[in-house]
């Protein structure tokens, strides 16, 4: 880690905070917030915590036209006992790096990040909500800033982490979803960006997503790209199926995000001795098992939601009830522990919780 | 057309012009930019021509997010008896909404927005250059700018008209350039957003167009993302062989490009009856021409460069010269006609050229 310090400039103004009852997704954000930039010369450079504020951007600014960018999403929990929990924040920054890989964008110092996410987010405490499930999203990003429109990687980047309160995921326990097998979009395909978390793959979703809502479908299921007949992943997330007594889930393939909540259920699997499989997975074997009655639950797995059972899943007008449209036991355990872990309610048997405090955030 | 008018705030400063001989491409942006603001209540709204300046954009705004964009590009032309040609802008503006479809971001009123263009292109003539080769190149594009991290459709977008006076594509004259086949990246893939001029599909031809440039090549071209075995485009071109007297290019197939241009070249050569073939085009096939030695010209179509002859092309450790490394009758009589056209040099038979006069603009 190299020898950097994170100036400081305090918001003059400290904003309202939203009650715990009208808490959204991603819509509030806290009094400050983190910027780096890149330039050619000086490489990464100037990291500092500034007021939350409108960016100054040139028109020209290559991520305006050619979608060079990266981001992250990660979380804080307040425990009942006060502390503040980061759950494997080393994870979110190995694959922005990865992603930066992908995307010609040039590496950034993961130790230092962490630290100064850790200064924010201490910097901000008190926007951390403390009802049940509520957490502060911490959502880094990248974004290449160079005035000029040619198509090139660019010579000028900003790096910036923003915090939002966020409210409980299910407002009424943990829910299962209706979710449809996409048959004419594709989210991405082998050789393409699908493994980084780059803008492009989120707005190639829409379409898709919005044509499903209209169905009263929740999220899209995803096939992919090359024969419209492997289960790749659901909405933005992984994907998981318990089949005989043994959970599936696709095996990565250069077209899946590698989720860290996938990789933590897949450990906690292992964990508890439940055999857990990666491989290829066709729909068909899928709805095979349906039918042989040996599908007993699904579920997808990501930051937002941490585990959301899928009840319903449609495919080619066939409606497949998976566990009688109730969580199942697997999918609820895993919710129950890896919920716990984060807020502290349960130990933590793999070392995930980094926790973030007066001492171990950067000097300021 | 909506009756809108365009307000125009007058820029205090004029900025210095580039010297001729120091006109890059897409660094330097003329005195004036158009933007026009979308809101769910109020739609499109506000057009407007304003002093070019950085935007101010709050650090949460979709497009930083999730690429939720689109763009074009078009060039305007002086000609020598001091007109001003655009080319076919309204297949630019089509596009741009073919482009917004997939993005799920809302249509815009071509014909106003053609217009707006004329009006913000008249008031920045003198940036447009007039030596031979040189122009004004004019890049609509439009952003999401709505302050929500959620993964969803932006509420709110500004669509922004910037120019930028370009230097001449070839200084020495038309020159073929090598081209490498690119057989681990893909650019897209059917059901993706190839159709769509929007910054993912750029943003993922980056990494790929990195490494080749490393083994000294100009472009890649790119095959199909099912089976890596069709030619779809080149850089970010469309692409064109003449084989035995016959010119092809591959069929629009949902993941290629519709080039402006190329739909131009394709014109162009029925025009002079030329057979011209659209289809699904192997790369083998293309190889085994060469080997017969029938294939006789290949060439990239675009707006930058207009005509861009491939004089080698190598594809796993083969490398094939293509009319001895020059330009090709094909390939030139299409760049002197087009550009003929463009520049007001020869007739226009398919009344491709709107001309920008001070009258056409909508009234200031």
């Known amino acids: 880690m190299e020898e950097w310090t994170v100036k400081v400039n305090h918001s003059a103004v400290k904003k309202e905070k939203p009650k715990t009852d009208q808490l959204e997704f991603g819509r509030v954000f806290t009094d400050h917030m983190f910027i780096m930039d890149y330039s050619v010369p000086l490489g990464w450079h100037d990291p500092r915590i500034v007021p939350y504020e409108p960016l100054t951007i040139d028109p020209s600014a290559m991520t305006f036209h050619y979608g060079q960018s990266v981001f992250e999403g990660l979380k804080a929990y307040y425990t009942p006992e006060g502390d503040i929990h980061l759950f494997r924040p080393e994870k979110n920054l190995q694959r922005l790096n990865r992603s930066n890989d992908r995307l010609c964008i040039p590496p950034i110092d993961e130790a230092f990040i962490l630290q100064a996410i850790k200064q924010l987010v201490y910097l901000d405490k008190e926007w951390i909500p403390t009802a049940e499930g509520t957490s502060l999203y911490i959502r880094p990003f990248i974004i290449s800033t160079e005035p000029f429109i040619g198509v090139a990687p660019s010579h000028q ?21 209706k979710i449809a097998v996409e048959n004419q979009y594709v989210r991405t395909v082998k050789g393409g960006t699908g493994e980084a978390k780059t803008g492009g ?34 909405g933005s997330m992984n994907v998981f199926f318990k089949i005989n007594g043994k959970v599936y889930t696709p095996a990565l393939n250069g077209s899946i995000l590698e989720g860290v909540t996938r990789n933590s259920v897949i450990q906690m699997l292992q964990y508890w001795n439940i055999p857990v499989i990666e491989e290829k997975l066709a729909i068909d074997d899928l709805y095979q098992a349906y039918l042989d009655e040996t599908l007993e639950e699904a579920f997808g797995t990501g930051t937002a939601a941490v585990i959301s059972p899928i009840g319903q899943l449609s495919w080619e007008n066939k409606d497949l009830y998976i566990n009688e449209g109730k969580t199942g036991k697997i999918s609820k355990a895993l919710y129950d522990t890896l919920t716990g872990i ?23």
Chains 1, 2 share one sequence.
């Open 201 to 234: 793959n989120y707005a190639a979703s829409l379409k898709a997503q919005e044509l499903c809502a209209q169905k009263g479908f929740t999220q899209v299921l995803w096939l992919d790209g090359l024969e419209k007949k492997y289960i790749e992943e659901v």
């Open 342 to 364: 984060q807020y502290g309610r349960e130990k933590d048997p793999f070392d995930w919780i980094e926790k973030v405090t007066k001492k171990n955030t950067v000097k300021q």
């Open 157 to 177: 980047y900003k790096l910036i982490v923003i915090l939002s309160p966020v409210g409980a995921y299910y407002k009424e326990g943990i829910n299962p979803v």
